[in-house]
């Protein structure tokens, strides 16, 4: 079945880039999703990527796709304190439209 | 718009006890879920729903129960509680079926079965 695995844990310091990476075993992903959870709160939407894109930019946020080896990362630019959460990839298959979630990596973000 | 309510926020059950979880959107969507996430092991789907009065099961249905009579809510029951059922519950709600579509969570409902 389709599996999404993270590392659990980054730190790194404020003004530094952060680079989060994912991996997913579903050749079908067609969608792959980077959500962003802080604490006590639900997930929401940072970015996604469509499957025959390799890169897509948004503000601080570049996302990057390796099809072939089924890799995906997120990397945050000039990370802020604010930017401390858990951060979720997900990817979606052909079928309904069931997100598979990786477990999370959790950010800190320290002065 | 309030988006994806949820409540109760918390709620502690003893073992064997029934409950339901609410969820309301007021967004007109058409998709809704309910996830349960773990610790390790990201979010699970256990329900969804293509729309008022269709639902099917997800990855960990077994041991809830969900009804979709309107647009608006789409409640997730927990027959008879188990300790395994200890976790936070998200409802999620999204437009349609595209994969351009924003998933919207709501603020989970952290549950505790004794």
């Known amino acids: 079945g389709e599996d999404v695995e993270q590392s659990l844990f980054l730190s790194v310091r404020e003004g530094d880039s952060s680079v989060i990476n994912c991996t997913y075993t579903d050749s079908s992903s067609t969608y792959l999703y980077w959500y962003k959870q802080e604490p006590g709160a639900g997930l929401q939407l940072l970015t996604y990527i469509f499957s025959n894109m390799d890169m897509k930019q948004d503000q601080r946020l570049t996302v990057l796709l390796n099809k072939k080896d089924k890799h995906l990362s997120l990397r945050i630019a000039d990370t802020q304190t604010g930017d401390s959460a858990i951060y979720f990839c997900a990817e979606r298959g052909t079928g309904f439209q069931k997100l598979v979630f990786g477990t999370g990596t959790r950010l800190l973000v320290s002065p | 718009n309030a988006g994806v309510t949820q409540t109760p926020k918390f709620q502690v059950l003893k073992t064997g006890q029934s409950m339901t979880l609410q969820c309301a959107q007021d967004?007109?969507?058409?998709?809704m879920s309910w996830y349960r996430q773990d610790p390790g092991m990201g979010l699970r789907l256990i329900h969804y729903?293509?729309?008022?009065?269709?639902?099917d099961q997800g990855e960990v249905p077994n041991g809830y129960n969900v009804s979709r009579s309107t647009t608006e809510d789409f409640p997730l029951r927990l027959l008879s509680a188990a300790p395994s059922q200890t976790s936070v519950y998200f409802c999620?709600?999204?437009?349609?079926?595209?994969?351009?579509?924003?998933?919207?969570f709501g603020p989970g409902t952290r549950l505790t079965v004794l």
């Open positions: 999620a709600s999204r437009q349609g079926g595209l994969g351009t579509d924003t998933q919207y």
């Open positions: 729903s293509v729309g008022a009065g269709i639902t």
């Open positions: 967004m007109n969507h058409e998709y």
